[in-house]
């Protein structure tokens, strides 16, 4: 049976990762594991026990993925950060991209076989504007990995209640939960709820883990993760 190991289990997407995954263990995965610098909210002990490690200097994370022994079968990322909770555009990128590239080199080379990471509709190493940039980086690097499958998820603006406050998004947020409201094709074309974006997520590591994906690189968009992580997600 594969074991996961979880990035981001405290964010808005990883906490919703985590929870999937807790209510399908052990049926499907044998063991979970989080690497976080604080744990979980006690509200999401219910299901299935996670082991964690904990600890606020990211450096170590690093040497303890590549000590994992086994490794697990599939590594989910959704680390990510602001500009403003990390204090400038460079801090954020050492999270969001060194510290990601670092992580998923660690497991590649300690045998992980799946990599499913949580990026952004309009990642593109190209793009001129700083974000979308870093996140097409970000895809690029984990791709030039190797993993037996990578996959991709592109979701649009996430809807969903984060711990802190982002005012700007939490006003795009209303609007999309308002449109939803009258019809769920008015909002699922543009906003994803958290919670179908994680479905869609372990939906899509399960497939790959089950050899029902051929591709080597697998990139979901809004539309498949609305198919995967509210449609389909019963029959996974």
Known sequence: MPSALVLGATGLVGSHILSTLKSLSPSFFSSIEIV????????????????EFIDKDTT??????????????????????????AGSFENQYKLEHDLNIELAKAAKEAGTKTYV???????????Y??????KGEIEEHVKELGFEHTII?????????????RFVEGIFR?????????HSY????????????????????????KGEVKDKVWIIGQ?????????EWKSS
């Open 117 to 127: 990471l949580i990026s952004a509709a309009g990642a593109n190493p190209h793009a």
């Open 153 to 165: 998820i592109r979701p649009g603006l996430i809807v969903g209640k984060r711990e802190e406050s």
């Open 174 to 182: 209303t609007v999309a939960t308002g449109l939803g409201h009258v």
């Open 60 to 85: 170590k994370w690093v040497s303890h993925v590549s000590s994992l022994s086994p490794a697990p079968s599939v590594l989910f990322s959704a680390l990510a950060t602001t500009r403003a909770a």
């Open 36 to 51: 976080a610098r604080r744990s979980p909210p006690a509200n999401s002990d219910a299901g299935a026990p996670v082991q």
């Open 129 to 134: 504007l700083a974000y979308p940039k870093m």
């Open 223 to 231: 539309k498949d993760i609305v198919r995967l992580g509210l449609h």
């Open 186 to 209: 008015l909002k699922d074309t543009w906003a994803q709820d958290a919670d179908a974006i994680a479905k869609a997520a372990v939906s899509a590591a399960i497939k790959a883990e």
